[in-house]
């Protein structure tokens, strides 16, 4: 079984307009096909660094001089580029979100399609677990994360309804959860829900939105001049960030602008909206969701 089948390839390492003699970094390292793209457009004197905070993924690792594999969260992609002596790179690429490998292993409990106890943790050496949220969090933490993450409009009945469950024995497995939730899961929209409250629970267990924002906020700073970033979200929360740091320099509000009506901010957005074509979310159906965004440092 492959690791994790890349999500948009050839655009994605295309949108970094690699030079042969840069720096590049890829902070979603996972099964490394990305990496092992960017590197065969790599000449001797050139350098990739790659982050991935999933200990499984070291097994992945790639052996070329080149290359250099640091296992963090890449929400602290500047503090361990500079403990490599790297201050400014050429181009940055993330493919964000789950990969088949943490999909498909049933005891990660990434997955709806599986029997497994509750953890959702990308880093394994992680405190916070599924089990915690689902567990430990007062009924208005919980409602929020369902709001907020899974965009549900059940939220606080869900909630309610998991605070009042686990008075009495704790909800360890996904299929314990899923009979808790029962009256929220309609037969024909069953996996759709679920798919919203598991994405919702994981967000929150590994903090991937402050990540985000954390990673975006650093990559003006670390890009050169026309350094690229090569961005694929999988859903609504991550793109709308991702497209609002391009355009803005901020996620939220607008930036100050001059008595002209101009604002300055550090990226310009290189082509539109890339998504994969029919051919490829036919032979891969995890990229059908996908969405690549490129930005340039000005």
């Known amino acids: 079984m492959e690791y994790h089948n890349p999500?948009?390839?050839?655009?994605?390492?295309?949108?970094?307009?690699i030079n042969p003699d840069g720096t590049y970094v890829d902070v979603t390292f996972g099964g490394g096909g990305h990496s092992k793209e960017?590197?065969?457009?790599?000449?001797?004197?050139?350098?990739?660094?790659?982050?991935?905070?999933?200990?499984?993924?070291?097994?992945?690792?790639?052996?070329?001089?080149r290359f250099t594999l640091i296992n963090?969260?890449?929400?602290?992609?500047?503090?361990?580029?500079?403990?490599?002596?790297?201050k400014k790179v050429d181009g940055v690429l993330a493919d964000f979100g789950v990969s088949s490998h943490q999909f498909d292993v049933a005891e990660r409990g990434f997955s709806t399609r599986f029997e497994a106890n509750l953890d959702m943790r990308m880093n394994q050496e992680s405190a916070l677990s599924a089990f915690q949220v689902v567990n430990k969090y007062e009924e208005e933490q919980l409602k929020?994360?369902?709001?907020?993450?899974?965009?549900?409009?059940a939220a606080p009945a869900m909630a309610k309804l998991i605070v009042e469950h686990r008075e009495s024995q704790p909800i360890i497995t996904s299929e314990e959860l899923k009979t808790v939730l029962k009256k929220f899961l309609p037969p024909r929209h069953e996996n759709k829900v679920l798919a919203q409250i598991y994405q919702a629970i994981r967000i929150e267990v590994n903090q991937e939105i402050e990540a985000l924002k954390e990673f975006l906020e650093q990559t003006p700073e670390i890009l050169n001049e026309r350094g690229r970033l090569s961005l694929i979200s999988y859903h609504s929360l991550e793109d709308r960030l991702v497209k609002r740091f391009i355009r803005n320099?901020?996620?939220?509000?607008?930036?100050e602008r001059d008595v002209y009506g101009n604002f300055e901010v550090p990226l310009k957005k290189v082509k539109g909206l890339i998504v994969p074509s029919k051919e490829e979310i036919k032979?891969?159906?995890?990229a059908r969701s996908a969405k690549l965004r490129i930005a340039e440092k000005i």
Do not use: C, H
């Open 7 to 17: 999500v948009l390839l050839k655009e994605t390492v295309d949108g970094l307009n």
């Open 38 to 65: 960017i590197l065969k457009r790599l000449g001797d004197k050139g350098k990739l660094f790659a982050f991935d905070q999933d200990l499984d993924a070291l097994k992945n690792t790639i052996d070329d001089s």
């Open 72 to 86: 963090e969260n890449f929400r602290y992609i500047k503090r361990f580029l500079r403990f490599y002596g790297v």
């Open 144 to 153: 929020q994360v369902f709001l907020q993450y899974g965009e549900l409009r």
């Open 249 to 255: 320099g901020m996620f939220e509000g607008e930036p």
């Open 283 to 286: 032979n891969n159906s995890r």
